[in-house]
């Protein structure tokens, strides 16, 4: 038997789904996680086939031990994985320790964590990236912005999303990014003017999609972040054949295997030192699933089961679900203590069944994601604007 080791499965509180639909195929399901065995829902306690709780998953210490206990219990593990980003670095160095080939090992992990490392293998693949520098001092940075004008961004250069992420559009700002800035490597980017993009695809052990969907982010996640702004993106299950191609020739620069991953990807909104209006140029790889309620909002686009496939893909490296709808999904979400046009009952009322859920979220994502969520399943594109901007008005 598969003996499948799951770390942190109730967060996200979705992530539930993918070990159910493993064990549903067979797979031994082994979940370590900090929350008490109580605290866990009934879905998930019945798509585990044991749980092994931490006092923190921060202690690499008593995460080894559990899984050492496992191997001993059970024998050798086969995968170990979170579909988490903030643990990325962590089930590798794991999967190193451990011996576990499916999957990335500590050795593999600069190239895909390393925004200024990502950009080689995206160079590679022949697809054009922002110019950089890396922070170092004042004078140097300021250098590197006289070439490449104002604004530019400056962001962890092994960062979670848009977390510590300034948008840097003069010289004051620049004193007070020197001033404010955390004792880590930073890298700073000159500024795309562009829609971000996403090739999201489930891979299997021979590099090869056996599902690809997107999505495209409204509102500016940066701004979002920094700004306390509201946050709207859209799945969608058909993706304009450049962004397929730029997606498969990632997969194949990154040597992507039996992984979820999430790439993303300007879409120039006008002409600029790095190309012509309307072309794709890389932002940043992500190996692991879109976050939060994501994987969610493609069942809901595709009528159909990620989670099962991604499932399929670890028991059978290959599936027989396909999409049953050509749709878009979109998640608009209300930041709390704004003022809004539209009432929840407004939005349900004009919405129906469409509407398919709506409710807080996680407070461990709403920097990125706001408070109050609305998801809808539409049919285009231009009606998931239409439901983001009734709702976010």
């Not at 903030?86 to 050795?107: C, K």
């Not at 990620?306 to 998640?331: L, N, P």
């Amino acid at each position: 038997m598969t003996n499948f080791i799951y770390i942190s499965p109730n967060f996200p509180a979705n992530h539930w789904n993918f070990c159910n639909k493993l064990k549903e195929n067979g797979i031994n399901v082994l979940g370590i996680g900090d929350a008490p065995y109580d605290e866990l829902t009934y879905q998930l306690k019945n798509s585990l086939n044991e749980y092994y709780r931490v006092s923190t998953l921060e202690n690499y210490d008593e995460v080894f031990r559990a899984v050492a206990f496992f191997s001993y219990k059970y024998g050798k593990i086969d995968f170990i994985e979170t579909n988490n980003e903030y643990w990325l670095e962590r089930d590798a160095r794991l999967r190193t320790d451990f011996n576990v080939t499916t999957g990335f090992h500590s050795e593999d992990m600069d190239v895909v964590k390393f925004k200024s490392r990502m950009k080689e293998n995206y160079t590679k693949a022949g697809i054009p990236v922002a110019r950089y520098h890396i922070v170092d001092d004042y004078d140097n940075c300021l250098k590197f912005i006289k070439e490449v004008g104002f604004p530019v961004v400056a962001k962890p250069d092994n960062g979670v999303g848009a977390n510590d992420t300034h948008k840097i559009k003069n010289e004051d700002d620049l004193k007070h990014f020197f001033e404010t800035k955390l004792d880590l490597s930073y890298i700073m980017e000159e500024y795309i003017y562009g829609e971000v993009e996403t090739y999201d695809s489930i891979i299997n052990s021979k590099s090869e999609p056996i599902f690809e969907n997107g999505n495209v982010t409204v509102a500016n996640l940066m701004e979002t972040v920094s700004e306390n702004k509201n946050s709207c993106f859209y799945e969608r299950s058909v993706l304009p054949a450049d962004l397929l191609d730029a997606g498969r020739r990632t997969v194949k620069a990154f040597g992507v295997k039996s992984r979820f991953v999430h790439f993303e990807f300007f879409r120039l909104d006008r002409d600029q030192h790095i190309g012509k209006k309307g072309d794709i140029v890389a932002l940043e790889v992500n190996m692991r699933p879109p976050g939060g309620i994501a994987p969610t909002m493609m069942n809901y686009a595709n009528w159909t089961d990620v989670y099962e496939i991604w499932a399929d893909m670890i028991a059978y490296d290959q599936t027989d679900r396909g999409k049953s709808r050509e749709g878009v999904c979109c998640f608009a979400s209300r930041r709390d203590g704004l003022v809004f046009a539209h009432t929840p009952e407004q939005i349900r009322e004009r919405y129906g069944e469409k509407l398919k859920e709506e409710g807080r979220v996680e407070e461990a994502l709403s920097g990125a994601m706001a408070n109050y969520m609305f998801i809808g399943a539409l049919d285009t594109e231009e009606e998931a604007r239409e439901f983001a901007a009734y709702v976010l008005s």
